[in-house]
Each structure stands twice: as structure tokens, then as C-alpha cells.
């Protein structure tokens, strides 16, 4: 079959990477792509935000599968859009509804929805720009550190955590007067949970559903987790303290009761589903969901399932996914992102990248901000390459991608020495 794939960072390489090992596909187009994502595909330059141009393609090219690899086109609707429409009625597409989608395109939907639940997440309230007075009082009553959160997507910059009430007032009347444009007009303010973030993914049909493995990334952009947050800086899977039993809390508290919450409100998804949770003291809290894999987590998670994805997605987009059971690997896999100096500031693009002449056979590189000139591959964006590399254990994997962090040169490259710090 022929499948699209909307998206151009490492998650996209790496599902694309994954894709094009099933004996099922036939043409793999990724759109827009980037340097990677050419070397297992075809790229096109489509926008995943314009729908009609994504609807020629797919006639053209005689589609059958749309896999959407980020938030904003599901939170748009693209599923609803090519839904509606009887002739793509045999196209299987991987991505929730725009209703579904809302669980990550309104941080106020997904709070009222859990609250409605009873799935563990932080205490909470929501507020518009004409209720800023209560919102303060409601500051009043929390202490430090406080959590404010634009309620819309905000490209990951919609969280702010501040140390003292005085700042986060300063900050509350700055959201409310514009500062993350529409995304911050409602703001949600939480309580602040102390613990450690884990992230499970979760494949589902709306009604049955694979946990895939889970992950933890990294998202500041120094050592030690300080600096500013990123999209990412490095992840692993498995996760150690994430146990048996953790899992089992994770499964029975808020998997179940999120499927049961979108099938009783009628919400078609049939997609991913990852859950961004905080282990505060051994239980599992939501901190967030989002309603795609996470990127740089992809890169570690991908890689460890064991079998063929593409009657994964078939299944997924026909509800059948109750009649399959996943596979994975048992080893480690650690990513290291190699990132453009400067970023997540402003940082120069376009420096060529030397790779070395071959890859150890247990690391997979997976390009995200790349492109291809007649000069060769050059960077094109602050996060570049993902290095995935399996092991025994978290120690063995991660050294085996930071012996290729050293070998890929150019200019500005910088990259965390200490994925996996916490987790030894
Ligand atoms: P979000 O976009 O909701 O995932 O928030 C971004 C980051 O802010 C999370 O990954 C957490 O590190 C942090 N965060 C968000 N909400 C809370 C909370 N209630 N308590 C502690 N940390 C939080
Ligand atoms: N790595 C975090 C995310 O994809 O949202």
C-alpha cells in the first residue's frame, strides 16, 4: 500500500524508518520531511496544515494510509476532514478527531475531562481574562511554586513555573493581556507536583488499546536539567523506576478511565495517545496529554517494537486492535540529540554535517532539523539528529550513542552529556 506520513522531525524519520521495513508498503511519502526521512522515502512539499493540498496528493498518489506525526494538523481536524468525505472512507488514517485532539489543544477540555473521571492530575482551576481577580485569589490559596498554563497550544512555551507569588501575578496579567496570543486567554492554574516525569504511550482504537513502552526525555538544555526547556535533548526506554507495578497503576488508573471517558462521551480516536505523568511517591499523576508520540521520545520507543507497525495502524484505524498484541524488544534504547549552538535561542542554519562513514550496527541515526543542498546535508533547525542506540542496559546504550555524538561534525554542535543522569 501506499502511506503518507505528515511531519518533518525525528519522529517522522523514525516512524518513517519503521514504515518503510514493512513488506506491506508499497510507496512511502513523507511530507514535508527532511534529509532523513528521503534516505527510507519520497519527500513532498506539502504543508500538513493545508488539508486540500494534502487531498489532491493522497488522489493522486492513490494513498490508503495517512499517518499524521504531529499535533497541529489533528487539532485542526485533519481527521474529521478526510472522514466526512465518502471516497476516503477506505483510508486508514492514524490520529484522533479534532474532538479527540482536544485532550492536547485545550489544557482546559483535558482538565475538566479528568476531573469528570476521577484520573489522577493537580489540583486545578480555570480562568478567563475577565475572572483575573479570582484567579490571584486563587493564587493565594496555593503556594510556591506555581504552575500557570495558556490553555491552547502554545509550541510547548505555554507552561511557566514561577518561584514566587509576585512573579507569577506578573506573569498571570501578562498572559491574560496577550502574551501567548489566543492559546492564553483562558489560563489554567494548578497545583505544583513534586516527583519525576515519565511518559507512556498508549496505541488505541477508542476501545481497545497497546501500552507501547515507556520513555523519559529531556527538555532542559543544560546538565542536571538546567536552562531552558527545549523539545527535547535525549531520551530513554525502558524506564527503570517506571516497574511492574508502577505500570499497573498507570494502566488501571488512567488508561482504562481515559478510553472509558472518550467512549462514553462518543469521541472517535484511533491513534496514539501519550501520557505525560509525574511519579510523585510511586503513583502516577497526568501532567499532560498529548495526542501524538513525543519527540525525541519516538526516537527511543520506536525502535523497540518488535514487529511489523503497518497491521498495527491497520488494525488501530479499522478498531480491531484487540486482535493483536505487541511485541518488544527487550533491550535498552538510549537517544542523544545533537542540537544546533545557540538553540533554543536563535541559532544559524544551513552548516554542513559530516557523518561518519558507517554506523555501528546497533545505533540508528534519525535526522531531524536536516535537509538536503548539492553541498549535502546541511542543518536546517536547533534540534538536528537523534542518535538511537540499543543495549543491555541504559549505561551500554547511551555510551554506544555518544561514541557517534563525537564522530558527526559541524559547526555549533552541542548536546547533553548526561541523558539518563537520574535514572542511575
Ligand atoms: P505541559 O506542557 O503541561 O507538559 O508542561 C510542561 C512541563 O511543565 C512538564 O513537562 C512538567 O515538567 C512541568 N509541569 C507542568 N505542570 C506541572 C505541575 N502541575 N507540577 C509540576 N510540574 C509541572
Ligand atoms: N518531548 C516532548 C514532546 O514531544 O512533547
Redesign the pocket.
Known amino acids: 500500500m501506499n502511506i503518507l506520513v505528515l511531519g518533518s522531525g525525528g519522529r517522522e524519520h523514525a516512524l518513517a524508518w519503521k514504515i518503510a521495513q514493512s513488506p506491506l508498503t508499497d510507496m512511502l511519502y513523507i511530507a514535508p520531511g527532511n534529509a532523513g526521512t528521503s534516505q527510507v522515502g519520497q519527500n513532498v512539499p506539502l504543508d500538513p496544515g493545508d488539508f486540500p493540498a494534502i487531498e489532491g496528493f493522497i488522489l493522486e498518489h492513490d494513498i490508503q494510509m495517512l499517518v499524521v506525526g504531529p499535533e497541529d494538523p489533528l487539532v485542526k481536524g485533519i481527521y474529521d476532514y478526510f472522514r466526512s468525505q465518502y471516497r476516503f472512507s477506505g483510508l486508514f488514517i492514524i490520529g484522533p478527531s479534532r474532538e479527540g485532539a482536544q485532550l492536547e489543544g485545550s489544557?482546559a477540555f483535558a482538565k475538566t475531562f479528568m476531573q469528570e473521571e476521577g484520573i489522577p492530575?493537580?489540583q486545578?482551576r480555570t480562568f478567563s481574562a475577565a475572572e483575573k481577580e479570582e484567579a490571584k485569589k486563587f493564587l493565594h490559596e496555593l503556594s510556591a511554586?506555581y504552575?500557570l498554563?495558556a490553555d491552547g497550544l502554545a509550541a510547548?512555551k505555554?507552561?511557566l513555573?514561577l518561584d514566587t507569588l509576585e512573579e507569577a501575578e506578573r506573569s498571570l496579567d501578562e498572559m491574560f493581556k496577550g502574551k501567548f496570543g489566543e492559546a492564553g486567554k483562558k489560563v489554567v492554574i494548578?497545583?505544583?507536583?513534586?516527583?519525576i516525569?515519565c511518559s507512556v504511550f498508549v496505541l488505541t482504537d477508542g476501545s481497545s488499546y497497546l501500552v507501547l513502552p515507556e520513555a523519559k526525555d529531556y527538555?532542559r538544555i543544560g546538565e542536571g536539567d538546567t536552562g531552558l526547556?527545549t523539545g527535547g535533548m535525549g531520551a530513554v526506554s525502558p524506564v527503570p523506576f517506571a516497574d511492574v507495578e508502577f505500570l499497573r497503576k498507570v494502566e488501571e488508573r488512567i488508561i482504562r478511565p481515559t478510553i472509558e471517558g472518550l467512549k462514553k462521551r462518543k469521541i472517535i480516536y484511533r491513534g496514539f495517545l501519550y501520557l505525560?505523568l509525574?511519579n510523585v511517591d510511586g503513583d502516577p499523576y497526568v501532567?499532560?496529554y498529548?495526542v501524538r508520540l513525543g519527540d525525541p521520545e519516538a526516537e527511543a520507543v520506536i525502535p523497540r517494537v518488535d514487529q511489523d507497525i503497518v497491521p498495527l495502524f491497520q488494525a488501530l484505524a479499522t478498531g480491531n486492535l484487540d486482535t493483536l498484541e505487541l511485541r518488544i524488544h527487550k533491550e535498552t534504547v538510549a537517544t542523544v540529540m545533537l542540537v544546533s549552538g545557540g538553540y533554543p535561542g536563535s541559532y544559524p542554519k544551513g552548516k554542513k554535517i559530516i557523518f561518519p562513514a558507517t554506523l555501528p550496527e546497533h545505533t540508528v541515526l534519525f535526522h531531524a532539523g536536516t535537509k538536503n543542498t548539492d553541498d549535502g546535508i546541511v542543518t536546517a533547525g536547533g534540534r538536528v539528529l537523534a542518535i538511537s542506540s540499543y543495549g543491555k542496559d541504559m549505561q551500554e546504550a547511551l555510551a554506544r550513542s555518544y561514541e557517534v555524538a563525537e564522530q558527526i561534525e559541524f559547526e555549533g554542535k552541542y548536546y547533553r552529556k548526561d541523558i539518563g543522569f537520574d535514572l542511575l
Open positions: 489544557k492530575t493537580a486545578y511554586p504552575v498554563k510547548g505555554g507552561v513555573i494548578e497545583e505544583y507536583m513534586k516527583g516525569e527538555k526547556n505525560g509525574m501532567v499532560e498529548n
